[in-house]
T-cell receptor
Framework: GQQVMQIPQYQHVQEGEDFTTYCNSS?????IQWYKQRPGGHPVFLIQ?????EVKKQKRLTFQFGEAKKNSSLHITATQTTDVGTYFC??????????FGTGTRLLVSP | DSGVTQTPKHLITATGQRVTLRCSPR?????VYWYQQSLDQGLQFLIQ???????AKGNILERFSAQQFPDLHSELNLSSLELGDSALYFC????????????FGSGTQLSVL
């Protein structure tokens, strides 16, 4: 079945440092979604990427979809303590089956 | 507030028991998804319903079953519970399908003792 790996599993940064998480698929994707889950919270949708090579920005967050549509990245510039949480990518793995990646847990120290 | 309501928030039960988790999707959403999140684990897809019909199945155990009712609320039934079933169970909804963003409920924390 569809396998979606995220790296790194965990990252601890100082406030103000940049952060990047990568999502890699073994197959070509039709689209990819990104979610954030705060500690003790539920996943919250961030963005969806559909086109090859697509880049979207949300304030300090930059999302990119690979040219081959097999990988994606989320980059946070100048992290803040409010960025703490786990970031998941999610892809369709068969009809109507939205599968989440393994997640990257981000810890930001002030 | 995502608009997705899950009850109960917490559930403590014993091995061998059966429980029912309930989910009310956002108003207007026809699709409901169930996910399981174990401690420090990712989100495991269990099952998806659209307008009352099962559309997709993940690694859902045979001891687990679900349904979506005519009013679009959904229930996840877990039976013959084992210690390893302890987890956070999330329900999510979308207007129609998996190519849309999901709105998650706050989850039901199940503890099997």
């Amino acid at each position: 079945g569809q396998q979606v790996m995220q790296i790194p599993q965990y990252q601890h940064v100082q406030e103000g440092e940049d952060f990047t998480t990568y999502c890699n698929s073994s197959t070509t994707l039709s689209n990819i979604q990104w979610y954030k889950q705060r500690p003790g919270g539920h996943p919250v949708f961030l963005i969806q990427l559909v086109k090859s090579g697509e880049v979207k920005k949300q304030k300090r967050l930059t999302f990119q979809f690979g040219e081959a549509k097999k990988n994606s990245s989320l980059h946070i510039t100048a992290t803040q303590t409010t960025d703490v949480g786990t970031y998941f990518c999610a892809v369709e793995a068969g009809f109507q089956k939205l599968v989440f990646g393994t997640g990257t847990r981000l810890l930001v120290s002030p | 507030d995502s608009g997705v309501t899950q009850t109960p928030k917490h559930l403590i039960t014993a091995t061998g028991q059966r429980v029912t988790l309930r989910c009310s999707p956002r108003s207007g959403d026809l699709s409901v998804y169930w996910y399981q999140q174990s401690l420090d684990q990712g989100l495991q897809f269990l099952i998806q319903y659209y307008n009352g019909e099962e559309r997709a199945k993940g690694n859902i155990l045979e001891r687990f079953s679900a349904q979506q009712f005519p009013d679009l609320h959904s229930e996840l039934n877990l039976s013959s519970l084992e210690l390893g079933d302890s987890a956070l169970y999330f329900c999510a909804s979308s207007v129609s399908g998996a190519n849309e963003k999901l709105f998650f409920g706050s989850g039901t924390q199940l503890s099997v003792l």
